[in-house]
């Protein structure tokens, strides 16, 4: 059954430092989505990203995020200068028909 | 989007049903209702969804009462497997959709 993947599992940085995680939608899906998950908290909405460009994004999502499908197989969430508190989960979803959305594993990320 | 209310936690005997409510009493006529899963920290999992009419697929059933205002997420044979965080999640159907996630109703499956 095909799957989202997404890489690394886990990935440590620095505060200040910038991080790229990745994502492998099911192929054949058009509607790709981040969500991230801080310990203990609920799933959240980041973004959502159709066509090559952005179709809605949270208040999460400021400035220190981009989003980009660099070819046709990678999604990737960009995060230029990281924080402690991006400290999370993120889940990367794909969609191909108009309901269900289909979740990645996750990338843990920790930021010190 | 619709708010949704679910109770915290449940448990369940193993081989018994689950029945996991959810009351969305604002839902608006075009709107569904989504049921997803999160076993442990893994991605959510999609289960099912519906609009009015009672639904059932390979995984469970649901069951919206006529009003739409609440709903029924049942797993007929509940296994240690399906221990798990289940949210319910009112929105609109399409594309581009953000999923709007609570905090879920914890199910704990117990031999």
């Known amino acids: 059954e095909p799957e989202v993947t997404q890489t690394p599992s886990h990935q440590v940085t620095q505060m200040g430092q910038e991080v790229i995680l990745r994502c492998v939608p099911i192929s054949n899906h058009l509607y790709f989505y981040w969500y991230r998950q801080i310990l203990g908290q609920k799933v959240e909405f980041l973004v959502s990203?159709?066509?090559?460009?952005?179709?809605?994004k949270s208040e999460i999502f400021d400035d220190q995020f981009s989003v980009e499908r660099p070819d046709g197989s990678n999604f990737t969430l960009k995060i230029r200068s990281t924080k402690l508190e991006d400290s999370a989960m993120y889940f990367c979803?794909?969609?191909?028909?108009?309901?269900?959305?289909?979740f990645g594993p996750g990338t843990r990320l920790t930021v010190t | 989007d619709a708010k949704t209310t679910q109770p915290p936690s449940m448990d369940c005997a193993e081989g018994r049903a689950a029945n996991l409510p959810c009351n969305h009493s604002t839902i608006s006529g075009n709107e569904y209702v989504y049921w997803y899963r999160q076993i442990h920290s893994q991605g959510p999992q999609y289960i099912i969804h519906g609009l009015k009419n009672n639904e059932t697929n390979e995984m469970a059933s649901l069951i919206i009462t006529e009003d739409r205002k609440s709903s029924t997420l049942i797993l007929p044979h509940a296994t240690l497997r399906d221990t798990a965080v289940y949210y319910c999640?009112?929105?609109?159907?399409?594309?581009?959709?953000?999923?709007?996630f609570g905090t879920g109703t914890r199910l704990q499956v117990t031999l």
């Open positions: 990203f159709y066509n090559n460009e952005i179709s809605e």
């Open positions: 999640i009112v929105g609109n159907t399409g594309t581009a959709s953000k999923l709007t």
């Open positions: 979803a794909s969609q191909g028909g108009i309901y269900e959305q289909y």
